[in-house]
């Protein structure tokens, strides 16, 4: 039986069953419902595609961002300013909240977030 139901979410046991409408992991005891979980990887997946920038714009590849606010950058003597520019930027996928991959003037390249940039 356990053949046709899928697997739990949180912890991947492949031992499900159903309990009325739900479906119950025997290992982690967590319940679903298998079409709200089919319903949020549809729209999980949807919204890992869009990369939004600290004002809620839409980034692309190629284009070009400021960085809103000024970091420290490790292994650096100086700071990463307030207003920098970054062209051409790439759109990657997430690397401990690193979305981003680019090339800044002075600092060669590096990842960054996309809630510390601003579409110019």
Known sequence: ???????CPVCACEYTYAMG????????????????????TAGAAEQESVVKDAVGNI????????IVKTMKIKGSPQDLKIGTKVRNIRLIEPVN?????????GFGSMKLKSSVVKKV
């Open 1 to 7: 039986m356990s053949d046709t139901l899928s697997p």
């Open 21 to 40: 409408e739900l479906l119950v992991c025997p290992e982690c005891a967590h319940e679903w419902s298998p079409a709200e979980a089919a319903a949020e």
């Open 59 to 66: 980034l692309a590849d190629g284009d070009t961002v400021s």
């Open 97 to 105: 909240g690193h979305d981003i991959d680019a090339k800044v003037d």
